[in-house]
């Protein structure tokens, strides 16, 4: 019993800024690995940036050095700060985490995502 929601997508033009906030809420034990994918029409789900529990991030090369992603583990949240955003940046935006449940069992959560549009 996991839950994942989103908040912080909408429209923006070429080189503006947005931040996006996911909070898990739930049964669970702990939260491994965070992190933002996106899905662009046309296009597969594909990995944006991730975080490991103790900050270790990773980007995808499109988005090094425009992007941070961030997490708080107090309050089982991840962030995404994007700045400098472009057209190609347009997608729905998921929050994905790696839950370790009661039961020890290890699974998947995904928000319902959030759309980002930039425009030209």
């Known amino acids: 019993q996991v839950q994942l929601v989103e908040s912080g997508g909408g429209l923006v033009q070429a080189g503006g800024s947005l931040r996006l906030s996911c909070a898990a809420s739930g049964r669970f034990v702990t939260i491994n690995l965070m992190g933002w994918y996106r899905q662009a029409p046309g296009r597969l789900r594909e990995l944006v940036a991730s975080i490991t529990r103790t900050g270790v991030p990773n980007y995808a090369d499109s988005v090094k050095g425009r992007f941070t992603i961030s997490r708080d583990n107090a309050k089982n949240t991840v962030a995404l700060q994007m700045n400098s955003l472009k057209p190609e940046d347009t997608a729905v935006y998921y929050c994905?985490?790696?839950?370790?449940?009661?039961?020890?069992?290890?699974?998947?959560?995904w928000g319902q995502g959030t759309q980002v549009t930039v425009s030209s």
């Open positions: 994905n985490a790696e839950v370790m449940m009661w039961n020890n069992r290890v699974t998947a959560a």
